[in-house]
């Protein structure tokens, strides 16, 4: 084991050696590795914003559903006050009307009674004065005796 | 396997074991005592390949790669390229663009280094007989050539990022103004920290070295056995994985830490 001009051309190899590595193979490796690491770290950033995005989303979803259901009862509560106002209303109507037929069907009671009484009361004139005349038919002369039937008439 | 013509002993596999394939500038193919200007082949073919092996698939997944969904393969390379990255933020804290890949050509290459140790010790070297090649070893990072390479590599770079950043005074300063600042203690400190600056290169190399020189050694002493060497061929393999991953990761953290250190006023 000597030392010799081996070591001399294990020294140029050496040289030339790190030379191309450090010309043709070192950079572009590196490069690469940290355009990856770059786009890697650009990739976490934007899921995170993206995750963000989700949560602002879903937080405004959320709230306008609440809105909306909040709407939804006050609609079917003003739905249902409206449903009894009508009811009511209706309810008075018709009482209204009952009343108007009711007061009307007696007042044509009424009518039709006086109607039927004062028939009956020219009938009944009519008949007590055939009576009347049929029982003083002999004597009384009927002329004179006519403003006494009448007071008759009158009195009934 | 013994080298021609000699008798099979353990002393002469071992031996053969740790010998270079080697070519000088004077002597030829495996000349002996062949002087400074001899390469050991071996080592030197194994390390180009792995290191260009380790270029081409980091390479081709580099031009394939896309910041889109990655493929099984891109990932892996990818978790090594963060793995580096980290600790090289960890620890280094200026701005150069020299450290990461330097860091990373480090791990990855004296990683697939080390990893030829779990290659059967006999394989390689008992192929490249059969073809003719006398000797083959076919870990790089068992020859104290590479790792000192390696390391007076980093060393140099130690030196050139002290000067640029602190200047050559302030080199100097460093040198000789510590730990004791006073003027009559330039030679101790100059003793001191020289030793310090000339260790970093030194134990970074040896420690490389000696790991996995052993390694290898325990291996062939295993192979020695015979039919004993399966039982315990296997757990020393899953022991080494671990070692020559930290081996590798070690050199490529005392390198991140020496040239921080380099680029840091204290």
Not at chain 1, 8 to 23: D, H, L, N, R, S
Not at chain 2, 26 to 40: E, I, K, L, P
Not at chain 2, 99 to 106: C, E, G, Q, S
Request: charged share 20%.
């Amino acid at each position: 084991m000597n030392i010799n001009a081996t070591l001399i051309g294990q020294a140029i190899a050496f040289a030339i050696f790190v030379w191309f590595c450090m010309k043709y193979v070192w950079p572009p490796l590196l490069d690469a590795i940290e355009a990856r690491q770059k786009k890697i770290a650009d990739g976490l950033t934007q899921a995170e914003r993206a995750g963000k995005d989700l949560e602002l989303a879903q937080a405004k979803a959320a709230e306008k559903l609440k809105e909306a259901k909040a709407q939804a009862a006050e609609i079917i509560d003003q739905a249902n006050k409206r449903r009894t106002q009508i009811v009511e209303e209706a309810k008075s109507e018709g009482e209204a009307e009952r009343s108007k037929i009711i007061a009307q069907g007696e007042a044509e009671v009424e009518a039709e009674r006086n109607r039927a009484r004062e028939e009956l009361r020219q009938q009944v004139a009519t008949l007590a004065i055939a009576g009347a005349e049929k029982i003083i038919k002999r004597s009384i002369d009927k002329e004179a005796n006519s403003d006494i039937i009448d007071k008759l008439v009158a009195e009934l | 396997m013994a080298g021609q013509g000699e008798a099979l002993t353990s002393s002469s596999y071992i031996q053969h074991h740790l010998t270079n394939l080697t070519w000088s500038v004077d002597g030829g193919w495996n000349a002996h005592d062949a002087g400074f200007w001899t390469f050991h082949v071996d080592s030197l073919l194994v390390a180009v390949g792995l290191g260009v092996l380790f270029l081409w698939l980091f390479r081709s997944v580099a031009k394939r790669s896309t910041v889109g969904v990655p493929g099984k393969l891109q990932c892996f390379i990818e978790m090594v390229i963060d793995f580096v990255d980290e600790n090289v933020k960890d620890t280094f804290h200026g701005k150069n663009a020299l450290i990461a890949p330097l860091a990373l050509t480090i791990f990855v290459w004296v990683f697939l280094m080390n990893l030829m140790d779990l290659v059967p010790v006999d394989l390689l070297p008992h192929a490249a007989q059969t073809i003719g090649i006398p000797y083959l070893k076919v870990v790089p990072t068992t020859d104290l050539n590479v790792t000192l390479g390696m390391s007076l590599s980093v060393f140099a770079l130690i030196i050139y990022y002290t000067v640029k950043v602190k200047g050559v005074g302030g080199f100097v300063k460093e040198l000789t103004m510590q730990p004791f600042n006073h003027w009559a203690f330039i030679p101790v400190n100059f003793l001191l920290e020289a030793v310090t600056l000339l260790a970093k290169p030194v134990s970074l190399g040896l420690r490389l070295f000696g790991n996995l020189y052993a390694g290898e050694l325990i291996f062939i002493l295993i192979a020695l056995l015979g039919y004993w060497q399966l039982p315990l061929y296997f757990p020393w393999a899953v022991f080494h994985i671990l070692i020559i991953v930290l081996q590798a990761f070690i050199f490529m953290m005392l390198t991140i830490v020496y040239l921080s250190m380099a680029h840091e006023d204290h």
